[in-house]
């Protein structure tokens, strides 16, 4: 019987051995109310963490570091607060508040966060060899309050709008929207970040003629769904460029049109008096050149055809070259150099029009004095 509880006694020693170790290898963990935190930007932000169970911790190694842990963010080490050994943007940036130390619970205070303050955070304690950590999440925002539109002077192609705003973090949603508050595609979108790791935001649509007359520029926080906007109300005369060319066309038209009109009324009198000359000499001469007189009103006809033959010439030659200049894309609407095409455009299209009158009416009376010289 006493060789039985020898062993029985061994056995029960070496599982509460065994049972200490495992609970000793399971002293404490590490959590936080909070897995990911939002920081306002310019705001002082605090971070929690805390033993379980709750335990007297002043003698522990606390630290709090990013990504590397030979970087700390803050170090705690002996009762003291170490802010030689922490990384050179946090130094007199951080605190420790303790006052809950006794029960495992510190508090990481960050002052005037910023944009490199984004990111993740370590909460670390150590006893000896017995370490755990918690990761906490943090998310800076920064909502821009200032936008403007940009419009830029209309040209053949439109009007275009470019809308700016800068001061968010981090990067925002952005677009434009009509009266209805429906999407309108972009023409272009870019952003640009500060020194301060800020996103400026910018972003362009061309307005067409008979296109929205209204438009809303729209961001959004998608960490805290903040929403700034700013609407403009575009005149129907900024689109007035298509009158100014329709008048331009018909002045063309008009100048064709009167040339024609003076040359017929020429026509008309000279062959009047050929005419009358040749009545009086068919009257001399009998009815033998009766060919001849049917000749010469064929001719007076092929005359009067070539009139309107010219001036469709001429408008057909006119209407060609504007479409290949307009129809034809050289350059998108989201390219920087788009204006600089636009402009490029109206200058040429009114050289190539009074090019065109002038050459045409040059044309025209050089032909026409050819054919009264034969």
């Known amino acids: 019987m006493g060789a039985i509880e020898i062993p029985l006694a061994a056995y029960c020693a070496v599982f509460c051995l065994l049972q200490m170790v495992a609970v000793t290898s399971e002293q404490f963990t590490v959590t936080s109310l909070q897995r990911t935190v939002l920081a306002p930007l310019g705001e002082n932000l605090e971070l929690s963490c805390q033993l379980i169970p709750p335990q007297q911790a002043q003698h522990m190694e606390i630290r709090w570091f990013r990504n590397r842990y030979t970087e700390p963010v803050h170090l705690y080490r002996n009762g003291k607060d170490l802010h030689g050994e922490t990384v050179s943007k946090y130094v007199e940036r951080t605190e420790l508040l303790k006052n809950d130390i006794g029960k495992g619970k510190v508090t990481l205070r960050i002052l005037k966060v910023t944009a490199d303050d984004d990111g993740s955070y370590h909460c670390f304690f150590k006893d000896g060899e017995l370490y755990e950590e918690h990761i906490t999440e943090v998310k800076v925002t920064a909502t821009g309050s200032d936008i403007q539109i940009l419009m830029h002077p209309p040209n053949i192609k439109g009007v275009m709008l470019e809308c700016h705003s800068g001061g968010w973090f981090p990067q925002p949603h952005m677009e434009w929207r009509d009266s209805k508050g429906e999407?309108?595609?972009?023409?272009?979108?870019?952003?640009?970040?500060?020194?301060?790791?800020?996103?400026?935001?910018k972003m362009a649509l061309l307005i067409e003629a008979g296109s929205h007359r209204?438009?809303?520029?729209?961001?959004?926080?998608?960490?805290?769904?903040?929403?700034?906007?700013?609407?403009?109300?575009?005149?129907?005369?900024l689109f007035s460029w298509k009158t100014?060319?329709?008048m331009m066309l018909s002045t063309i038209a008009l100048m064709l049109i009167a040339f024609y009109l003076t040359y017929c009324v020429q026509q008309h009198l000279i062959q009047g008096k050929v005419v009358k000359e040749e009545s009086l000499s068919t009257l001399d001469n009998g009815l033998c050149e009766?060919?001849?007189?049917?000749?010469?009103?064929?001719?007076?006809?092929?005359?009067?055809?070539?009139?309107?033959?010219?001036?469709?010439?001429?408008?057909?030659?006119?209407v060609g070259v504007m479409l290949i200049l307009h129809l034809k894309q050289?350059?998108?609407?989201?390219?920087?150099?788009?204006?600089?095409?636009?402009?490029?455009?109206?200058?040429?299209?009114?050289?190539?029009?009074?090019?065109?009158?002038?050459?045409?009416?040059?044309?025209?009376?050089?032909?026409?004095?050819?054919?009264?010289?034969?």
């Open 290 to 318: 009766s060919d001849q007189s049917e000749g010469s009103y064929c001719m007076r006809i092929c005359h009067w055809l070539k009139g309107p033959m010219v001036f469709m010439i001429s408008m057909c030659a006119i």
């Open 183 to 201: 999407v309108i595609p972009a023409t272009s979108k870019s952003h640009s970040q500060d020194e301060n790791k800020l996103f400026n935001m």
């Open 214 to 237: 209204n438009a809303t520029c729209y961001l959004q926080n998608l960490l805290t769904y903040q929403e700034e906007s700013i609407s403009i109300v575009l005149s129907g005369e």
């Open 330 to 374: 050289r350059v998108p609407a989201s390219d920087p150099h788009f204006e600089l095409d636009a402009l490029w455009l109206e200058d040429i299209s009114v050289i190539l029009c009074v090019l065109i009158v002038f050459i045409l009416k040059l044309i025209s009376i050089i032909y026409f004095r050819l054919e009264e010289i034969e």
């Open 244 to 246: 100014v060319w329709i």
